[in-house]
Antibody
Framework: QVQLVQSGAEVKKPGASVKVSCKAS????????LNWVRQAPGQGLEWVGW????????GYAQKFQGRVIMTRNTSISTAYMELSSLRSEDTAVYYC???????WGQGTLVTVSS | DIQMTQSPSSLSASVGDTVTITCQAS??????LNWYQQKPGKAPKLLIY???NLETGVPSRFSGGGSGTDFTFTISSLQPEDIATFFC??????????FGQGTKLEIK
């Protein structure tokens, strides 16, 4: 079955960067676009960006432009989201989600605190 | 970007009630709409896709309808395990794939 397994929780200081991974299994990794969505504590869902694992092309929400980079390693069916210049408002659970059936990873809590 | 307006933001209902949530898109999105259920500490779970199609394994008391800009999500015969927050999401054409603000459902 389709599974997306994300890396573990992270605690970062303001100004630092974080890289979250999302390992896919149960399907052909390059066949489906991957999205990243975040959810601040007690808040709704916010779309961060999108990647085509086949071509590597990406698209980011305007508010994250210049701070987020999405990459992938097709040999290990893993996608990555790196967010830089972290601030306290970036504290959230970050999810990867596959289009085409919209399967989601379990989420990765990123805490930004001095 | 397409804006999704979801209402109500919260609602309280009794076991056995029928509950309806609405989502309105800022432009025509055809039927490119998902409905999710999210329980505390868990990832969203897809219930309805393409506005009205029930995801495999989801109980038939959940249903969705609408097209264009106006959509509804209904739970008939509410069960205690349905307590959660529900979100709509549009995936029309190209990203960003925006979400509604969410509806928190409680049992009376």
């Amino acid at each position: 079955q389709v599974q997306l397994v994300q890396s573990g929780a992270e605690v970062k200081k303001p100004g630092a960067s974080v890289k979250v991974s999302c390992k896919a299994s149960g399907y052909t990794f390059i066949s489906y676009h991957l999205n990243w969505v975040r959810q601040a504590p007690g808040q709704g869902l916010e779309w961060v960006g999108w990647m085509n694992p086949n071509s590597g092309s990406t698209g980011y929400a305007q508010k994250f432009q210049g701070r987020v980079i999405m990459t992938r390693n097709t040999s290990i069916s893993t996608a990555y989201m790196e967010l830089s210049s972290l601030r306290s408002e970036d504290t959230a659970v970050y999810y990867c989600a596959r289009e085409g059936g919209w399967a989601w990873g379990q989420g990765t809590l990123v805490t930004v605190s001095s | 970007d397409i804006q999704m307006t979801q209402s109500p933001s919260s609602l309280s209902a009794s076991v056995g009630d029928t509950v309806t949530i609405t989502c309105q898109a800022s432009q025509d999105i055809s039927t490119y709409l998902n409905w999710y259920q999210q329980k505390p500490g868990k990832a969203p779970k897809l219930l309805i896709y393409d506005a009205s199609n029930l995801e495999t394994g989801v109980p038939s008391r959940f249903s969705g309808g609408g097209s264009g800009t106006d959509f509804t999500f209904t739970i008939s015969s509410l069960q205690p395990e349905d307590i959660a927050t529900f979100f709509c999401q549009q995936y029309y054409n190209l990203p960003p794939y925006t979400f509604g603000q969410g509806t928190k459902l409680e049992i009376k």
